[in-house]
């Protein structure tokens, strides 16, 4: 149930974003900083990376591999982390550049829809800590593991809607 609220939650952000883009005789509108496409894409494909490792731990768990799911875990943070880092810079230029909450409704949109996802890869990255934790503490097994997979659903969800929204907000 939490996944499908949280599904409609960004379904209504997108839904609000199209309205206006639709709704807007030239987007982005004049004078607005250009998204920066490439390191996005590249950060895209950074994300993608951390959902084959949290994949990747899910199965060293059904395995027994401790080590190689602590491994895994660790890398699908660091994946994560890097991920919000690129995006915190890029923030930062098209702040610089004159992109803000107030610049405009694209401005506005881009920061809610964009920061709302980065917030949700921030909470994802703290629930992925503690289950990191729990993997050293050696909570989870082939027969229990519960936990872990409840994560690595949210994780995979995070990840999915980037491309949606990468597609949406700075390809189209």
Do not use: D
Request: aromatic share 16%.
């Amino acid at each position: 149930m939490f996944l499908g609220a949280e599904a409609m939650f960004f379904a209504g952000l997108i839904g609000a974003y199209l309205v206006f883009r639709l709704g807007s005789p030239f987007w982005p509108p004049p004078f607005q900083p250009r998204l920066p496409v490439g390191i996005t894409g590249v950060n895209t494909l950074i994300l993608i990376a951390s959902a084959l490792t949290m994949r990747w731990s899910l199965r060293a768990a059904r395995a027994n591999e401790r080590e190689q799911l602590i491994r895994f875990l660790v890398y699908t943070a660091a994946l994560g982390g890097i991920f919000l880092a690129i995006q915190g810079f890029e923030w930062l230029r098209l702040l610089h550049y004159g992109l803000t909450v107030s610049s405009s409704v694209y401005g506005g949109l881009f920061y809610t829809l964009i920061g709302f996802h980065g917030l949700h890869v921030f909470g994802a990255l703290v629930w992925l800590f503690v289950v990191l934790l729990q993997a050293k503490q050696g909570r989870f097994s082939k027969e229990s593991h519960v936990g872990l997979q409840i994560c690595a659903m949210y994780w995979t969800f995070v990840v999915a809607l980037w491309p949606v929204l990468y597609a949406l907000v700075y390809l189209t």
